[in-house]
């Protein structure tokens, strides 16, 4: 659990409407790697990672892979090193992203980490996204403005926009083991005091814009892909107006969509448990889940899963596949993607007439459960 933190109270009074300051949260920093580590950790190619520095005049940012030479010709102060989805290449991560846990993981969209040298940062800016800013290891001084009041925005460098001064209504030098809520759309800007490594939880949300890629993209293979019919015509139009008939036609077309409340729900569904780094899948043999001598099960921690109730049944994605289950299990996958351990004796004995789909069975088969 978080110190000086009530979940209910963060989420009525700050989530999504101001910034937040969460004095001595962590009793015990997280420790999970080291600045040489990290830097490690950005040779590799299939890493995101960049440095962004800067001196009184200009910044500069450099995209990773690096190479070791890289680091040797730094200087000593001014710059940054930013490491993202680190909770995928460091597992062990897990337990501090569970802290966050009243947040629901279709919100997720990784952990990033960052060393900083005196007085590096990335600059005065906004995010279209909340984060929750850990400070690990040093100091970092935080000046934040209130969420929407921005300042003019200007394009210091490629991949880099700066905001103007604001105002602030929280500035304080961070110490090991504080939080920092961002909401998005508000102006933050932090500066290394000294050597310092800080993570941010960070959490996206989805846009209209998705939605109607996903729809493109689901159309595109689709039967429901229809033809506008204009078989009405009776006279010629020569002056090239728009019809009535064009406009009732295509708003009608999106009116079926928006009604079609199980595709929506299973595009979006699949979509927010996509990883963004892929994943190896393995390949295993499916056997039904009462042939195996399984007392309990459990969903692994930092996968990226959900459901949803829908058109009377329950759909499940996790990590990308989707799968349909009997609304009677809704108790079951309720306990499982809480985190809870299941006692299948206990379920079965319960629910004598409990169906334990071969859906079911496949996943766990396919390793997204911890089985015992």
């Not at 846009?207 to 009776?234: G, K, V």
Request: with cysteine; charged share 20%.
């Amino acid at each position: 659990m978080l110190n000086n933190f009530n979940p209910s109270e963060f989420l009525s009074q700050h989530w999504q409407k101001s910034p937040c300051l969460i004095k001595n949260a962590l009793s015990n920093p997280p420790n999970y790697i080291s600045a040489a580590e990290l830097a490690g950790l950005s040779l590799e190619d299939e890493v995101e990672s960049r440095i962004i520095r800067s001196d009184k005049q200009s910044w500069q940012i450099q995209n990773g892979p690096f190479l070791e030479d890289d680091f040797e010709l730094l200087p000593e102060s001014h710059w940054t090193l930013l490491v993202q989805t680190l909770d995928y290449w460091l597992p062990e991560t897990q337990p501090l992203l569970e802290l966050f846990r009243f947040i629901p993981r279709w919100r997720f969209d990784d952990l990033m980490v960052s060393y900083a040298t005196d007085g590096g940062g990335v600059g005065p800016h906004f995010d279209n996204y909340d984060t929750f800013l850990i400070q690990a290891s040093g100091q970092r001084r935080w000046r934040v403005g209130a969420k929407g009041l921005l300042t003019q925005q200007k394009n210091v460098i490629d991949g880099l926009l700066h905001l103007e001064k604001f105002p602030t209504v929280i500035d304080i030098v961070m110490q090991p083991g504080d939080i920092l809520y961002i909401p998005p759309k508000t102006a933050h800007w932090g500066e290394s005091i000294g050597e310092s490594i800080g993570y941010s939880v960070g959490y996206r949300a989805p846009q209209t814009r998705d939605i109607f890629a996903l729809l493109a993209n689901h159309l595109d293979c689709s039967e429901e892909n229809r033809f506008f019919n204009d078989s009405y015509r009776s006279a010629p139009n020569n002056s090239n107006k728009i019809e009535p008939e064009l406009l009732d036609w295509a708003k009608n077309e999106i009116i079926k969509i928006a009604n079609n409340q199980e595709l929506i729900a299973g595009l979006l569904g699949n979509s927010l448990s996509n990883s963004k780094v892929d994943r190896v899948d393995t390949d295993q043999e499916t056997t039904s889940i009462l042939q195996q001598n399984i007392a309990s099960i459990t969903l692994f921690s930092g996968l990226n899963a959900n459901w949803c109730e829908v058109e009377n049944k329950l759909q499940i994605n996790i990590e990308g596949e989707t799968l349909y289950l009997a609304s009677e299990c809704s108790d079951l996958i309720e306990m499982l993607f809480s985190g809870e351990t299941v006692d299948i004796k206990g379920l079965q004995k319960n629910q004598p007439k409990f169906d334990f789909s071969e859906s079911l069975a496949t996943l766990i088969n396919m390793g997204n459960f911890l089985v015992k």
